[in-house]
Structure formats: C-alpha cells, structure tokens
C-alpha cells in the first residue's frame, strides 16, 4: 500500500476545484495545495518544471482545462495548450515523481449520437476542437502512465461557484417572464459538490491506495437523464421563480461548436471499482439551489 499525504490541486479557482477546496481542506490527513496561476501556469512548460522541482506530490488532481466550449473552434492552439499539451507534461512531471494523478475529462469526447448511455469503452468521436483537445489529453495520459492514473469523464458541471448554467437561469429568471431553451440535447447535469465527494472517495479507497494499479477511465455524472429545457424549468420550479420556459430545437440557436444529442453517461464502472453512491440530479440541483441562496443571504 502506498500512502498519499501531499496532493496539488489544478484548477483550484474553477467549479470543481473550489468544491474539492470546501471538503479536502477539513482532512488534517493531507497537505494539499491549490496554487495560483503565478506560481504554476500551465500553459508554460517552463513554470510546470520549476514548480515540480520545488514540490513533490504524491497525487495530481488535475482539475484546469479550457472549457469555452464554442471559443475553442476559434482558439485551437490555446485550447489545445491547456486541454492537450499542459496534460502531457503533468503526466510526465507525475511518472518522475512516482505520483498518482486524477484527471477531469468530458463526455464531449463523443459524437452523442447514441441511443444508450455511453460506457467508457464506446467509440470516441469528437465533434470540435474541446472535444478533440480533452481526447488527446485522455490519449497522452494513458500512453505516458499505463499505470496510477484515474480519468473521469463527467457533464453538464455546476455548482454554487464561478459561471454555470444554473446560475445563468437563476439570473435569466428573475430579469424575464419567458425564455427559450434547448430541448433536443440529453444528458445529466453534475453537481460539482458530488463529483468532488466521488473524488475524495476514490483518494480514500484500498483500490486507488495500492503501490500501483492499472491506469483506467470512468465517467461520473449525477444519476437520471433530462434536456436543458427540463433542466431549465426545474431549476425555476424549485427557486419558485415565475418564468415560462419554451423548448425550442437545436437548429433554432446556433452555436459555433456542434453540441451533443444524447451524451448520457454510464456509471456503472466507477460505482462497482469505488462503491460509490450516485444521487439524483434533481436531489443534487436542491443541495446546489440550498448552497447559493446561503451564500447570498
């Protein structure tokens, strides 16, 4: 068994950093660092060595990607830096260090064409540049460390933190009476707080724990299915604001990247190697609703 005591956080100032922040920090079991872009910018590979040869850890929890879903198609390279480029080298940096490293992918790594959720082993398909970028991140981690790496595919994240699709309704909500939102798309929102618990889970598990383990791919997301537009209206149903939500077809709100039909996520994998409990998107949106109605009161 290996014992992890000292673990770096990228990408601390995002959704799922701030929420692994809330939980990890009242663990007097780890020293953990989230370090700010002055002291590791990872679009630098220069700033990635000299942080590596000042710290040694024992876990990456690489959490900092670019997700500027539609941006991407116009900024390929920084994409690519961040999504692609910064991975390998963390990779690298953690096979030098004889660290774990825990990486956050996306279920946009699929055409989202299927008609059952997709289980990690599924054909990948990419269909813009964020997709393409977070695939070749998944592909250089496994080619780098077939062995101590664990990749989570997850979707539709939010959180009480930062700039999501629930706190954009919210704010939509109480400016309009009625909006239109997207009702041909599937998937499952994720709740960044329940993605954070799960990855604290697995850190914590007798699988993750041994000297080595075989380097593996999961997908996490809340439990059920749902359109935005379900989404939409559940979030106004459940914050008692009164605005109408019509559904409206993909073709009527054109973006520059292609988004996903159905990219609804099978958990069943990451359930059965970390006995973990998924609860129910609408479960986790009321926790959600409950943690930023605290922070604004």
Same mark, same amino acid.
């Given at each position: 068994?290996?014992?992890?005591s000292?673990? /770096?956080v990228t990408g601390?100032?995002?959704q /799922?950093?701030?929420?692994? =922040?809330r939980?990890?920090t009242?663990?007097a079991d780890?020293k953990v660092?989230?370090?700010?872009?002055?002291? /590791?910018?990872?679009?630098?590979?220069?700033s990635i060595?000299?942080?590596f040869n000042?710290h040694t !850890?024992?876990?990456?929890?690489?959490?900092?990607a670019?997700?500027a !879903?539609d941006?991407a198609?116009?900024?390929?390279?920084q994409?690519?830096?961040l999504n692609?480029l910064?991975?390998? =080298?963390?990779a690298k940096?953690?096979?030098e260090?004889n660290a774990?490293?825990i990486?956050?992918?996306t279920d946009?790594?699929?055409?989202g064409?299927?008609?059952?959720p997709?289980?990690?082993?599924d054909? !990948?398909a990419?269909?813009?540049?964020?997709?393409?970028t977070?695939?070749?991140?998944?592909?250089?981690i496994?080619s780098?460390m077939?062995?101590?790496a664990v990749?989570?595919?997850?979707?539709?994240l939010?959180?009480?933190?930062g700039?999501?699709?629930?706190k954009t309704?919210?704010? /939509?909500?109480?400016? =309009?009476n009625e909006?239109?939102v997207v009702?041909?798309?599937?998937?499952t929102p994720?709740?960044a707080?329940?993605l954070?618990?799960a990855i604290?889970?697995?850190?914590?598990?007798?699988?993750f724990?041994?000297?080595n383990?075989?380097?593996?791919?999961?997908?996490?997301?809340?439990?059920?299915?749902?359109s935005w537009?379900?989404?939409?209206?559940?979030?106004?149903?459940l914050?008692?604001i009164?605005?109408?939500?019509?559904?409206?077809?993909?073709?009527?709100?054109?973006?520059?990247?292609?988004?996903p039909?159905y990219?609804?996520?099978n958990?069943a994998?990451?359930?059965?190697a970390y006995?973990?409990? !998924?609860?129910?998107?609408?479960?986790s949106l009321?926790?959600?609703? =409950?943690?930023?109605q605290?922070?604004?009161s």
């Open positions: 068994m290996s014992e992890i000292s673990i /770096l601390g100032s995002g /799922l950093g701030q929420s692994i =922040r939980l990890i009242k663990n780890y660092s989230f370090p700010k872009r002055q002291q /590791l910018n990872l679009e630098d590979s220069q060595r000299d942080y000042q !850890v024992d876990l990456i929890i690489n959490c900092a670019y997700t !879903v941006k198609e116009s900024e390929p390279e994409a690519d830096q692609h910064a991975v390998k =080298r963390l940096m953690a096979v260090q774990k490293l990486h956050i992918s946009y790594v699929f055409a064409i299927s008609c059952k997709y289980v990690e082993s054909d !990948v990419p269909q813009g540049v964020y997709g393409l977070k695939l070749k991140g998944e592909q250089a496994l780098i077939p062995d101590n990749i989570i595919r997850t979707s539709w939010y959180s009480e933190f700039n999501n699709f629930v309704m919210l704010k /939509l909500g109480e400016q =309009r909006l239109n009702s041909d798309q599937l998937g994720t709740y707080g329940d954070a618990q604290i889970c697995i850190v914590q598990s007798e699988a724990n041994q000297t383990f075989k380097s593996s791919i999961y997908h996490y997301s809340n439990e059920g299915v749902c537009y379900d989404f939409a209206k559940t979030i106004f149903e914050s008692g009164d605005c109408s939500v019509s559904p409206i077809a993909s073709k009527d709100y054109p973006t520059l990247a292609k988004r039909n990219n609804v996520l958990k994998k990451i359930k059965q006995a973990l409990d !998924v609860p129910y998107w609408k479960e009321q926790s959600c609703l =409950r943690a930023i605290g922070k604004a």
